[in-house]
């Protein structure tokens, strides 16, 4: 049994919130894991060729490729991104679209499987938690724990942040406001989400371990996925 981390933030592993968050989870599960940073890795979007339609098998050939076999071996996910815009950041979203390659004709190879959501950003870490579950959702992925931190936005870092008038320093906490390490954002800090990545890792773990029926968690996944496609039309 494995589970498959992946951080979509493009920092460094000690700097970046996503990555730690992350890393925690897949700590407390107490299952074997695998970790694995986007950070400069060149991965791009679905591009609608269809050429997956046939076999399941992305024909785009890209630092994508390598990882599909990990992906389709995991019995579980862990899937961390930072807020860009409100959003998730380009990175992990083209990460995550190329997984179209996965569903067609009925094809099961992720159907039944656990995840956990987590998201960090410089104002609220829920907005890429809730993009990746939706994610999942299209895969009948279940969400078993979602997991959001505030981390250091860029202009803590950027060199200008202390001047810059529209920069968040300036808006949240004035003008003149000195950069020191007690103002910046690090989930490290943050006790509650910490906490809240280690019992997700809990969760996950025990939910892996305890009976976990592929079947079951498929059918309610795709029961979710009817009642939201009915809700839209």
């Known amino acids: 049994m494995k589970i498959l981390g992946i951080s979509g933030s493009p920092r460094k592993e000690e700097t970046s919130g996503t990555f730690r968050l992350v890393k925690t989870v897949l700590e407390n599960t107490g299952i074997d894991y695998d970790l694995i940073s986007l950070r400069g890795k060149t991965i791009s979007g679905c591009i609608a060729c269809l050429g997956c339609a046939k076999d399941n098998v992305c024909k785009v050939t890209d630092d994508m490729t390598p990882l599909r076999e990990k992906i389709v071996n995991a019995d579980a996910y862990v899937i961390g991104a930072p807020n860009y815009y409100s959003t998730l950041n380009a990175l992990t979203h083209a990460f995550i679209e190329r997984w179209f390659q996965f569903r067609h004709q009925e094809g099961d190879l992720l159907w039944g499987k656990l995840g956990v959501a987590v998201g960090v950003g410089g104002m609220d870490g829920r907005v890429p938690a809730e993009a990746i579950e939706m994610f999942f959702r299209y895969s009948f992925i279940e969400t078993v724990a ?82 939201m496609i009915k809700e839209s039309v």
């Open 146 to 227: 979602k997991v959001a931190g505030q981390g250091a936005a860029s202009c803590y870092s950027c060199g200008y942040g202390e001047t810059c008038k529209v920069g968040i320093i300036h808006m949240v906490h004035g003008e003149g406001t000195e950069i020191t390490e007690e103002i910046t954002p690090d989930v490290t800090k943050q006790e509650n989400v910490m906490q809240a990545a280690v019992e997700a890792g809990k969760l996950l773990g025990k939910r892996l371990t305890q009976g976990h029926d592929r079947k079951a968690v498929t059918e309610k996944m795709q029961q979710q996925m009817m009642e």
